[in-house]
């Protein structure tokens, strides 16, 4: 770990720190509220992702106004559906 990614993850924790005393130490917050902001500051996220080679990729679509449509109306039917990915 070099001593720029230690000193960005100190401050990232200071803050969390500073975050969750400043929330579990103010009256006006539940027991509730308190319970939710730390299940959050313990979630995290993962994800992959791929380069593509921006003329290859264009040169290799050729959509049509049917295809545009139906992409289109699929979206708007999750949208719709309440986040339903097999609509």
């Known amino acids: 770990?070099?001593?720029?990614m230690y000193r960005s993850r100190l401050n990232d924790a200071l803050v969390m720190e500073q975050l969750q005393r400043g929330i579990s130490e103010t009256a006006f917050t539940t027991e509730k509220q308190v319970a939710a902001a730390a299940a959050l500051s313990e979630q995290s996220r993962s994800f992959e992702?791929?380069?593509?080679?921006?003329?290859?990729?264009?040169?290799?679509?050729?959509p049509d106004e049917k295809?545009?449509?139906?992409?289109?109306?699929r979206s708007c039917r999750r949208v719709y559906d309440g986040g339903n990915r097999n609509a």
């Open 1 to 4: 770990m070099t001593p720029a």
């Open 49 to 62: 992702y791929l380069l593509l080679a921006e003329k290859t990729v264009a040169d290799s679509i050729q």
């Open 67 to 73: 295809a545009i449509r139906a992409v289109f109306q």
